[in-house]
């Protein structure tokens, strides 16, 4: 047991919960707070979304997130806003009240996390005044599902809410406590629980060689699945998202090329400016990596050190020659992305290691990417498959080659074959054809209930005939928009 | 009250405050997070343990042995039930799959233990401790396409053999023969089942998440081998259900049975990942469709052959029920083989029956019409019957399909559709149109309700009805506020406690119509008991603004309860003239755009409208959520929804809800609905029927008729997702 001292709707409280506590059982369970409920207890539907509040000048700035896959203990000196805190005195928040105007509820079950949602919604809105456009709605509602109401009484109340006159309560930016919970472990090699919060790279590293054994979590979106879906005890964990050195971005040179340094506890979030400015197809990806909630707590490091062959970022990565840092007590050495996937979940992490950072290079001149995710569902799914394809155009040659795909391997994977194929080649039906075909060296995919084999061999066959004709053809290109009407 | 001839002009006519589009009463509850829900009722019962349950393996057989002795001696366990423990234990007939006790093994995820412990964490971590050793059955079947092959030649009893149909199929003009499927579909409700136990002696209560509430309570007498009074059941708040919650289920019996174990109250939640595979599903089906018609249009022959999955004692999803009743044609086969196979239990999920039937028939109306060269919704029109063509000496009481396909055919702008398939583009995507036709009984169920004038001058309302999201807490409060004459503010209303006079539930499209008409008759016992206390006709008396006035008196509600409330209780059952010599129904038509990507094959749907006919509208605004919430589950029904069959192992493999897609917010477009203008007098003295379930009826059709419009590449294989037609998609010029 540790304690964890926080803000609970604008008042401070202390508790002390297990290390394997999440957010929504703190607050269904020893708190008592109901108000919050347990959908699916994966992070698919939404319905336990909460917000969650850190410092930003004089005020503090939401956030929305899954609690059924969030640790308690990460709320440490942070604000948490549930359901029940909206309404103060009788007096509805904006998004209750057009909630309730546009007959945005009917069983009720999901509609505490949909309010949550649009209070995170209409309190970025209100910092950060910017049109709501059916982009904006579609992230800030991605997440929740609904099986009543068919949606549009949903959107509606979220543009209704912001018609509605409001005056920011006080207790929303009420003073958070300082207080850090860097707790020395006072034996980490015995079986007693702990949550350890480690600020610095050193105290981590350190932590991580005492504590091979320990889990780390930094977003928990998928960490936690494995408590919630697979019955695994999570009693020992080290956190990673307050070590400062894993949440800077860092534009420099490394190995003589320009680019990035992005620290593993960065969140999609986070990211999303970089990625607009310098990689559009990428952060157009990360529109559609989960939802809102989930790429508010998600991380580039906890991506790829997940290594799942179905995780979004690492094909973009392999095909833009990022390099995963690996550091450890001793010190911390660099490897190419693809030399960091061994096999299904296997890394050439070592026990002692941590994931401290991922180098991205600066697109050189001329250089394009496009990344395609192919999922059954538009928002709030899994890719069945995922393309990356990154490459220079010389005088209508092709060059500096690099193609990579997820859902194809037991890893993310480079499609070597197909890269030499187009190495050198120009932009024709031709050479794309023999791209295609080399494929089969380097893809034997599985069947699952994303795609079956066949599918997904096709699929990502077929996204080289997109390429082609999108470069052959460049303004017949059609990137789809959530609406198409 | 006997309802046993039409309606005829009443108080309910008032329409004050029936019939207005009125906010949902429980809306500021559901906005903060106040309204309780089954599991997080903590302060019902005290010192609450928790229930973890432990499904089956295997998906049929026996169970050899079960070895819990490390899970007892984990740490916080307080006690476990294993099914080794007792005899099967008996269920009713509205269950087709048992739900605990004994070695057998009828499907995946039946449950077989539920481990009680301090915590939910210990519960967890000891129930994943128990071994079972099981002996699996070498002939369960899986496949229900290889089934039906095998099985095509028994011999089945029609529902439905009229006329000759194999001869005047065989000289029919104008042909269809044709064979669609459907998958599985999981009712993805967003509420977990969960329920909270509680014994005192021979007594139990049960919070939980339930739709029928006095079925259930039937059902644990049956189960426990008790009497029915002995158990009390609440749930006023239901985290959606359609149609899952119907009837007892696992989580109930286990909860009761662990808490009668520890001798304390147990709670006890489905895991979302174990809900598909333990409770029910809307079953899977291969539907043969046989048209024959005139060249004129008129069909003469109408044929409907479904085949679905069922544990034994089951009906499936009877795709062919749809058939019945909706078009004309004499000669008719329509036949339902419920085939047995070792799936999970398939049971009632919105509009049972009619749902997978018009997913096949209104495609096949659809082909149909374009064989013989009609506008769709003409050749629709042509085949309207005002009969029931099963019973054609009975009428429909009211039946006004003809005008929602033509009202809706003139706002959708039907005129100006894309006509042949695959032509119009614009951009990078092909447009297309679909309608169809929707049809659903509208049945009625008796029902009761307790209503009271309080000191205060407030109405209460008691019934043991159910509010699964429909809007049961404002029709009802409308309807006491109308016929007692006070505004809706003064009305409370308290649902879904066994200890309520017995109501219709919900379920069946019934619940609606049936729960207001006994609220009605409630308030007409207790207007008749005011007016006995003034010493007046009832007649004479009128209510209004929180009044009685007589004889141009008035008295306050509030004085005539100042010595204490006053309390009426009624139950209305419906006459046989309403089954027998009428036959009640609802209609509409479906009208949707999709566009559909030239290259990929994307899929978005651009717009739908819905036309429907059902009786007098209750509120407007909770019958339209109905109905765009129908439509919505009707755009996943086509477009994703499908438990994905390991034919193996006889599980559904994608059961939590990353696996089974529903729609989300960017799949769902603008959705406009039409209620048509009217009454029908023979359902109840409201003149009400239901649209929960009309709403999904043939909405998949119409999507699966617009995609095939944008495309020209048919899919009879739902859902339509865009590997089945990719190859088939127009030359790109």
């Known amino acids: 047991m540790a304690t964890i001292a926080f803000l609970l709707n604008g008042a401070p409280h ?271 990806l990360l529109h559609r990596l989960g939802s809102q909630q989930i ?191 | 009250m006997r309802f046993d001839s039409p309606a005829e002009q009443n108080v309910s006519d008032r329409m004050k405050v029936l019939g207005q589009p009125l906010r949902r009463i429980d809306g500021p509850l559901k906005t903060t997070g106040m309204a309780p829900y089954a599991y997080e009722r903590h302060g019902v019962a005290k010192d609450q343990l928790v229930g973890y349950p432990v499904g089956s393996a295997i998906a049929k057989g026996r169970i050899v042995s079960m070895d819990i002795d490390e899970a007892q001696a984990s740490p916080g366990v307080v006690g476990i039930v294993t099914t080794l423990e007792m005899e099967r234990l008996p269920k009713v007939d509205w269950n087709v799959a048992y739900l605990f006790g004994g070695r057998e093994i009828q499907h995946y995820h039946q449950a077989i233990a539920v481990v009680v412990a301090n915590s939910f964490e210990e519960a967890r971590a000891a129930a994943a401790l128990i071994r079972v050793e099981y002996e699996e059955d070498q002939d369960a079947t899986y496949d229900l396409a290889a089934v039906r092959q095998e099985r095509l030649s028994d011999d089945v009893e029609p529902i439905d053999n009229i006329g000759d149909f194999e001869s005047a199929y065989a000289s029919a003009e104008v042909t269809l023969d044709a064979t669609y499927t459907t998958p599985g579909q999981c009712h993805a409700q967003m509420e977990p089942h969960a329920t909270i136990a509680q014994w005192d002696g021979d007594h139990l209560t049960l919070w939980t998440s339930n739709q029928m509430i006095e079925w259930s309570r039937q059902a644990l007498a049956t189960t426990f081998d008790l009497p029915a009074e002995n158990f009390r059941l609440d749930s006023p708040y239901i985290g959606g259900g359609f149609g899952v919650k119907l009837f007892l289920r696992a989580d109930a019996v286990m909860a009761a049975l662990a808490a009668r174990k520890v001798g304390r109250a ?55 029920r749809a058939t019945r009743r909706f ?52 050749f629709r029109i042509i085949n309207d019957t005002q009969v029931d063509p099963s019973h054609p000496e009975r009428q429909f009481s009211e039946r006004h399909f003809i005008e929602c396909l033509q009202r809706g055919a003139e706002v959708f702008n039907w005129a100006s559709r894309n006509k042949a398939p695959g032509s119009r583009r614009e951009g990078a995507w092909l447009i297309g149109h679909g309608v169809a036709g929707a049809y659903r009984d509208a049945p009625a169920e008796t029902s009761g309700a307790r209503v009271s004038v309080r000191p205060d001058g407030s109405i209460r309302v008691e019934t043991d009805m159910t509010d699964i999201g429909t809007g049961s807490y404002t029709i009802i409060a409308q309807t006491a506020a109308e016929m007692m004459g006070v505004s809706l503010e003064v009305v409370n209303v308290d649902l879904g406690d066994s200890r309520h006079p017995v109501s219709a539930g919900s379920g069946g499209q019934w619940g609606a119509a049936s729960s207001t008409a006994g609220v009605y008759a409630a308030c007409l016992a207790l207007r008749k008991k005011i007016a006995e206390r003034l010493a007046v006709d009832p007649e004479a008396l009128e209510f209004s603004e929180g009044y009685v006035r007589y004889n141009d008196q008035q008295t306050a509600l509030s004085e005539l309860a100042s010595a204490g409330s006053i309390t009426a209780e009624d139950s209305i059952e419906f006459g046989d003239f309403r089954s027998e010599e009428y036959q009640l129904a609802t209609f509409g038509a479906h009208f949707v755009e999709v566009a559909v990507h030239a290259t990929t094959g994307e899929i978005r749907v651009r717009r739908m409208l819905a036309v429907c006919d059902a009786g007098r509208i209750l509120n407007p605004m909770t019958a339209r959520s109905q109905v765009i919430g129908a439509m919505t589950m009707g755009v996943g029904a086509a477009l994703m929804e499908s438990l994905a069959v390991d034919t193996r192992h006889g599980f559904f493999v994608n059961h939590d809800l990353a696996g089974y897609e529903v729609p989300v917010h960017a799949d ?66």
């Open chain 1, 14 to 284: 202390q508790c002390e919960v297990s290390p394997n506590t999440s957010i929504l059982t703190l607050l269904r369970e020893h708190l008592a707070l109901t108000g919050t409920k347990e959908g699916c207890a994966s992070g698919d539907c939404g319905a336990c979304t909460v917000a969650i509040g850190e410092q930003n000048a004089d005020t503090h700035t939401f956030t929305s997130a899954n609690a059924c896959i969030t640790p308690a203990h990460q709320l440490q000196g942070r604000h948490l806003v549930t359901i029940e805190g909206l309404a103060k005195e009788g007096r509805l928040h904006p998004a209750q009240e057009a909630m309730i105007e546009c007959h945005g509820s009917q069983c009720g079950f999901c509609t505490p996390g949909i309010v949550m949602s649009l209070f995170t919604l209409h309190n970025d809105l209100t910092q950060r005044p910017a049109p709501l456009t059916p982009e904006r709605l579609e992230a800030a509602l991605g997440g929740n599902l609904c099986r009543c109401t068919g949606y549009r009484p949903i959107r509606d109340a979220a543009l209704r809410m912001n018609d509605m006159p409001y005056e920011r309560p006080q207790w929303q930016d009420a003073a958070l406590s300082t207080s850090e919970n860097d707790a020395e472990i006072t034996d980490p090699t015995a079986k007693t629980p702990f949550f350890a919060q480690p600020l610095s790279l050193a105290a981590l590293t350190r932590l991580r060689q005492e504590a091979p054994q320990a889990r780390l979590v930094a977003g928990g979106t998928d960490l936690w699945l494995e408590s919630t879906q697979r019955l695994a005890s999570l009693d020992q964990l080290i956190d990673v998202s307050r070590v400062a050195e894993l949440l800077t971005v860092e534009a420099t040179t490394f190995e003589g090329q320009p680019g990035w340094w992005i620290g593993a506890g960065v969140t999609y979030t986070q990211l999303e400016p970089l990625f607009e400015e310098h990689f559009p197809a990428f952060a157009h």
């Open chain 1, 295 to 485: 790429r508010n707590r998600g991380t580039l490091g906890g991506n790829i050190a997940n290594a799942s062959p179905i995780g979004d970022t690492p094909p973009v990565l392999l095909a833009l020659g990022a390099r995963v840092e690996l550091a450890s007590v001793k010190g911390s050495r660099c490897l190419a992305l693809e030399n960091f996937f061994l096999d299904y979940k296997q890394t050439a992490m070592a026990a002692d290691e941590v994931v401290s950072r991922i180098f991205i290079p600066q697109a050189i001149e001329r250089s394009q990417l496009r990344v395609w995710k192919l999922s059954k569902r538009r928002e709030d799914d899994i890719s069945a498959v995922l393309g990356a394809f990154s490459y220079r155009i010389e005088q209508g040659v092709l060059h500096d080659v690099r193609i990579a795909f997820g859902g194809m391997a037991a890893t993310p994977k480079r499609a070597q074959a197909a890269e030499a194929t187009l190495e050198g080649s120009a932009i024709t039906a031709d050479a794309f054809r023999a791209a295609q075909r080399s494929l089969d060296e380097d893809f034997q995919p599985m069947s699952d209930v994303r795609g079956s084999q066949h599918y997904r061999q096709q699929a990502a066959k077929n996204l080289f005939e997109r390429l082609y004709l999108s470069l052959s053809a460049p303004d017949r290109e059609v990137m789809l928009h959530a609406y198409a009407h």
């Open chain 2, 266 to 320: 147990v709670k006890l939640a489905l895991p979302r990942p174990m809900s598909a595979n333990n409770t029910t599903h809307r079953g899977l089906t291969i539907q043969r469709i046989r048209i024959g018609a005139s060249q004129e249009g008129k069909i003469t022959a109408i044929g409907h052959d479904n085949a679905t999955n069922t544990l034994p004692g089951g009906d499936g999803e009877n795709g062919a």
């Open chain 2, 327 to 378: 078009y004309a044609g004499e000669n008719r086969l329509l036949i339902n083989r419920a085939l047995e196979i070792h799936l999970p239990e398939s049971n009632a999920m919105r509009a049972p029956g009619e749902t997978a039937g018009l997913m096949a028939l209104e495609i096949a109306m659809d082909e149909m019409a374009e064989k013989l060269g009609m506008d769709p919704v003409e």
């Open chain 2, 668 to 733: 769902i477009p603008e959705q406009q609905v039409i209620f048509l203008e009217g009454e029908d007098p023979y359902s109840t003295p409201l003149k009400a029927k239901g649209v929960g379930e009309l709403g999904i009826c043939g909405v998949s059709a119409a999507v699966a008729n617009a995609v095939y419009n944008a495309t020209g590449a048919r899919v009879r294989d739902y859902p339509i997702t865009l590997d089945k037609f990719l190859d088939r998609l127009p030359e790109i010029a």
